[in-house]
């Protein structure tokens, strides 16, 4: 394996620690508004009667949290360690917003625990969790997206890893944590966040349909605790802009002569104000460097410009826009003007480039300038530049 390839361990750390604090705060929340709720309702089967309490078990079912980090801190490479992930953020939100929606409680008494130390066990498992979020497991559902990250580093231990995530998943059922109903929805939830969420991503795009997705899941989530409709707007919105991505539809906002639709305005507004105040913060931020450099005889490149920045433009350029998150400038919407929607985080190649390229190369010739700029200046307007310099050299 190559050796960028491979993870650094401030990739994985990283990734540990923002899954840690999405179970974090998702699943002690799903928690506590069951509890609000007083929620008494289960998913017993008459098999789950006959079930013994091993309290034992309480030792494998614990070191579920020794195998959501050693899955981290062990995935092989960095595709791997980005599906890894994903599939957790999935099953973690997926499970939570289940939970929030249909809450359940475990029926039976647990049995008093004489051994000191599963005993000790229990209490401090009984001080972070509630007998509630119930189905589907996220024990289960973790253990089998646990298994392909470790997989990879056990090499000859694999079978003893399968049995040990089975001994995870089993122990559900016989420290009464879980009911069998719960079990096989975990069981569920974790192939479906393997198929959903470990689908490879191209070299150079980011999982930007799915980021939006889990932030739907997020603001659903907090409609769940307070209630009130811009939650729910909020999580509609977002999941739009998921399954555009995931369409790789460039053009869904419609941008015309550089300017939305107000119907794009109702549906898309906090993605738009996202990138409008993340634009701001960048021209803050780089408020004394220029906002364009000239990258070539004719062409220069940038991010998206006020009235006053446009100005210092040679006033004969022609403007090609590839933002497709912020409105033209004013002041470069009355300059010959072309609009080429772009996707943010998305790979860029020739092929897809070519109309692009045609069209600086058709100002060049006419011995226009050319402002070539996406929002911020920072990835799709430099790899278009980057393109037409190996164009013209073809």
Request: some cysteine; aromatic content about 12%; glycine content about 6%.
């Amino acid at each position: 394996m190559k050796p960028e390839a491979v993870p650094s361990m401030r990739e994985r750390v990283t990734q540990l620690a923002f899954n840690g604090a999405l179970f974090g705060l998702c699943y002690p929340l799903a928690n506590h508004l069951a509890a609000r709720a007083g929620v008494t309702r289960s998913v017993a089967l008459p098999w789950d009667a006959a079930l013994p309490f091993l309290p034992w078990m309480v030792l494998p079912y614990m070191t579920s949290g020794l195998l959501f980090v050693l899955s981290f801190l062990l995935a092989g490479s960095r595709a791997e360690l980005s599906a890894l992930s994903r599939r957790v953020a999935f099953a973690t939100v997926a499970a939570c917003l289940v939970f929030a929606a249909f809450p359940l409680r475990f029926s039976f008494a647990r049995p008093t625990v004489d051994a000191a130390l599963p005993a000790w066990l229990f209490a401090r498992l009984s001080a972070m969790d509630q007998p509630y979020n119930q189905l589907p497991s996220l024990h289960v559902a973790y253990c089998l997206i646990f298994w392909p990250a470790l997989r990879g580093a056990v090499h000859r231990g694999a079978a003893l890893l399968a049995a040990w995530l089975l001994l995870v998943a089993a122990t559900t059922v016989f420290t009464y944590q879980h009911h069998l109903a719960d079990v096989a929805g975990g069981a569920l939830l974790g192939l479906l966040a393997m198929r959903a969420a470990g689908s490879a991503v191209a070299a150079g795009s980011k999982p930007v349909a799915f980021c939006y997705a889990l932030m739907s899941g997020l603001a659903l989530l907090a409609w769940f605790a307070l209630g009130g409709p811009w939650w729910l707007y909020l999580g509609a919105s977002l999941l739009l802009v998921a399954w555009a991505y995931h369409r790789r539809d460039a053009a869904f906002l419609h941008k015309h002569n550089g300017r939305y639709p107000p119907w794009v305005w109702l549906l898309y507004a906090p993605y738009l104000g996202g990138y409008l105040l993340t634009w701001q913060l960048v021209r803050w931020r780089e408020r004394h460097r220029p906002p364009f450099d000239r990258h070539s005889e004719r062409l220069w490149v940038g991010r998206r410009l006020s009235n006053a920045e446009a100005a210092q433009l040679p006033p004969d350029c022609a403007v090609i826009d590839l933002s497709n998150e912020l409105s033209e400038t004013q002041a470069l919407r009355g300059r010959p003007y072309q609009h080429f929607p772009l996707l943010d985080l998305q790979a860029l190649d020739a092929r897809s480039a070519q109309p692009i390229l045609a069209a600086i190369d058709a100002h060049a010739g006419q011995g226009r300038n050319i402002y070539l700029h996406c929002a911020m200046g920072y990835a799709r307007s430099r790899r278009v530049a980057q393109l037409y310099k190996e164009y013209t050299q073809q």
